[in-house]
Structure formats: C-alpha cells, structure tokens
C-alpha cells in the first residue's frame, strides 16, 4: 500500500518555487541568447518557391470535389506531367540536403550555435538540479496515477511504496523543461526560440531532402479520385429543410 507523505513547507519554498523560476528564467535568458547568435540569412528562392507549389498542390487536393472534373485534370496536369509539372522532379536534379547544409557554411555554423545554446543550457541546469535537490519530493498531484507514470514523476526516487502522485524534484525539472511552452508562448510571443521539442524535431529531422516532398505530394495527387460535390449541393439543402421543417 502506497504511504502519504506530509511535504514540508520549506521544500515548496526552496526547492520547488527556486527550481520553478530558474527554469523560467533560463528560457527567457536563452531567447535572447538565441536572438543575438541569430544570423540574418536571405531565404532560398527555389526552396521558398517549393514550399509554395506544395501548399497549393494540398490546397488542390483538398478541394478537388468542389470544381468541375475537366477542371480538376487539368490543374493536376499542371502539376504532375512528366515534361515541365511543377511537381515533377527529374531524376539526377534531386540534391543531397547534407551536402547542401555543409557547402554553405553560414547554414552549418547556425545549426551548430542553435545546438550549442539548446545543449549546454540544459546540461548546467540537470547538473545544478542533480546536486542541489537530488532525492527530494517536491510536489503531488491532486489526482490518482496508475503506475506506468511512476518512472516519469518519481525520477531519483527509489522507493516502490511512495504514491504515484507524488513529483520528484528531477522529475519536476523535466516537467518545466517540456511544460512551459505556453508560458513562454505568452511572455515571448508565439515564435520564440525556447522550444525544446520543436527543436529536438528538427534536429531529428537533420538532413531531410526537400525534393521528396515533391515527389510525395506528386503521388498523393495522383491517386485522388474526384466526386464532384456540386450536384449533389441541392438534394443535401432539401434534406436539411425538411428536417428543419420537420
């Protein structure tokens, strides 16, 4: 049976309140860390240019149903022919996005100082946290937990009969490392530069080639089969009249 424990009020005062406000005050302080290593870099136009012709070519399939079927070959044909589609990508032409980001060494050092100010923040502050308020409960939540969340909460805590509810003070670390994202969202504004998880997906998303975009939105345009929805615009008003009406 899991023990309740009764936190002393000096945890909340000088462990978890301090460990709260650092974390904020640490994303804040590495936004504008991040903003002055920023470099000013003039968008690629061939990649702009592409990011445009797929969110038309989605547009397309999105509303493919609500234009005429001549129409609607006729704009995919615009993008998927194999001559001069917009969509159509020849092969040789594909560039290895590896390649292209260590050519250009402005891009490689960018995405060096972007790593650096995401790693060694979050490095000095688990080493600060791990020394300092190792092995304390700082918190509980005010509802039940089943025990998959055990290794989540109670991280640095051995003891299999303490209630799951209860937070660890490294477990509560990672909880504002991940948890903030809204809050800085309101004091930083939307694009901020604090996201850790946007940032651990793009660093997972390294070297992604940006021609095999095409070449899916190309294949998922191909196979969409139209139903133009406007005949059937009339019987779908009367059907809702009567039941209006009804």
Do not use: C
């Not at 969509?87 to 100082?113: C, E, T």
């Not at 009969?161 to 809050?183: A, I, P």
């Amino acid at each position: 049976m899991a023990e309740d424990l009764v936190l002393d009020t000096a945890i909340r005062d000088w462990v978890l309140i301090p460990l709260s406000v650092v974390m904020v005050l640490i994303g804040v302080l590495r936004y504008f860390v991040s903003k002055l290593m920023r470099s000013d870099q003039v968008p690629d136009s061939k990649i702009v240019k592409e990011g445009q012709i797929i969110i038309r070519a989605r547009n397309l399939r999105a509303a493919a149903n609500f234009i005429p079927a001549k129409s609607f070959r006729a704009r995919r044909y615009y993008y998927s022919n194999e001559e001069n589609g917009l969509l159509h990508v020849p092969k040789g032409q594909a560039q290895n996005a590896q390649a292209q980001m260590f050519s250009d060494p402005n891009m490689a050092m960018d995405m060096m100082k972007k790593n650096l100010s995401m790693i060694i923040p979050q490095t000095l502050t688990f080493a600060w946290v791990n020394f300092f308020f190792s092995g304390f409960v700082a918190a509980k939540i005010p509802f039940p937990l089943t025990q998959r969340f055990r290794a989540m909460l109670q991280n640095g805590i051995d003891l299999s009969t303490v209630d799951v509810s209860y937070v660890s003070s490294r477990s509560w670390y990672f909880l504002n490392l991940f948890g903030l994202r809204g809050l800085f969202s309101l004091i930083l504004g939307e694009e901020n530069a604090t996201d850790d998880t946007q940032r651990m997906m793009q660093m997972s998303g390294f070297g992604m080639d940006p021609t095999r975009s095409l070449g899916a939105e190309k294949d998922n345009l191909d196979i969409v089969q139209h139903d133009w929805a406007l005949p059937r615009f009339e019987h779908r008003a009367a059907a809702t009249l009567k039941k209006l009406l009804s």
